[in-house]
């Protein structure tokens, strides 16, 4: 559907720009497999502030709805 998907990314601290070298090469493999306009959709922030801020500093281009599902139920949360 033209979205590349990083679920889980945890990388070492004391190693500096890991984090940011990962992204990076995260959406180059996503350009290349599926072409220009191709969206990185990165983890959720799980309702960490500090995530939440890196996250808004990648110049989002849309927020995707969070949905907590549960047996018989499901619930729109806010957008992150």
């Given at each position: 559907n033209g979205q590349w998907m990083g679920?889980?990314?945890k990388?070492?601290?004391t190693v500096p720009g890991l984090c940011a070298y990962l992204r990076q090469h995260?959406?180059?493999?996503g350009l290349r497999e599926?072409?220009?306009?191709?969206?990185?959709?990165?983890?959720?922030?799980?309702?960490?502030?500090?995530?939440?801020?890196?996250?808004?500093s990648y110049?989002?281009?849309r927020l995707v709805p969070k949905f907590t599902v549960a047996h018989g139920a499901t619930q729109e949360r806010e957008a992150a």
């Amino acid at each position: 559907n033209g979205q590349w998907m990083g679920i889980v990314m945890k990388t070492d601290p004391t190693v500096p720009g890991l984090c940011a070298y990962l992204r990076q090469h995260l959406a180059r493999i996503g350009l290349r497999e599926l072409g220009p306009g191709a969206e990185l959709n990165i983890q959720q922030d799980d309702g960490l502030p500090g995530l939440r801020h890196a996250k808004g500093s990648y110049r989002p281009v849309r927020l995707v709805p969070k949905f907590t599902v549960a047996h018989g139920a499901t619930q729109e949360r806010e957008a992150a």
